[in-house]
C-alpha cells in the first residue's frame, strides 16, 4: 500500500512543478506539463514492466505470468496522483473509487464462483465413488 501512495504522490508533485513553475518564463513552455505527464507514464510503465514476473514449469510446460494487477494499479495510482496534482481531486477521488472496487469486489465474486464450480463438480461424481461399506450394506 505505500508503494501506492509514493508513487501517487511522486506522480502528483511531478505535475505540480510545472504548474507552480507557470510564472518562470525561462521554466515554462505550452508542453511542459504534456511533457510531464508522458514522462511519468513512461516511467511509471517502467517500473510496471519490471513487477510483471514470467515463469515457466519445464515438466507442464504451462506459463505462469505474475504481477500483472499489481503493475496495472501502480500505472492507475500514477495516473490518480497526476489528475490531483493537476488539480482535479474530484477525478482523483472517482477514480480511486474505480479503481478500488474491482481490486476489492473481483476476488470476492471470484471465490464464490470457484465455490459453485468445485460444488457442481463434487456433484457430478459417478456414484461408483462411493466407499465399499455403502455398496455392501444394500439389501440382495
Do not use: H, Y
Not at 511542459?32 to 511509471?44: D, E, P
Not at 481531486?89 to 471465490?111: A, E
Amino acid at each position: 500500500m505505500r508503494t501506492f501512495m509514493l508513487v501517487s504522490m511522486g506522480a502528483s508533485f511531478f505535475v505540480m512543478i510545472p504548474l507552480q513553475a507557470e510564472g518562470d518564463s525561462s521554466f515554462a513552455s505550452t508542453n511542459t506539463l504534456s511533457r510531464t505527464i508522458q514522462g511519468v507514464a513512461t516511467g511509471i510503465g517502467f517500473l510496471g514492466a519490471g513487477l510483471i514476473l514470467q515463469q515457466s514449469s519445464r515438466k507442464s510446460g504451462v506459463v505462469k505470468v505474475r504481477g500483472l494487477t499489481t503493475a496495472a494499479t501502480i500505472w492507475a495510482a500514477a495516473g490518480l496522483g497526476a489528475a490531483i496534482g493537476c488539480g482535479l481531486w474530484q477525478m482523483g477521488l472517482l477514480g480511486t473509487l474505480f479503481v478500488l472496487l474491482p481490486l476489492g469486489g473481483v476476488k470476492q465474486v471470484k471465490d464464490k464462483v470457484k465455490i459453485r464450480v468445485l460444488r457442481r463438480q463434487q456433484s457430478r461424481q459417478p456414484q461408483s465413488a462411493q466407499p465399499q461399506e455403502q455398496l455392501s450394506s444394500r439389501p440382495d
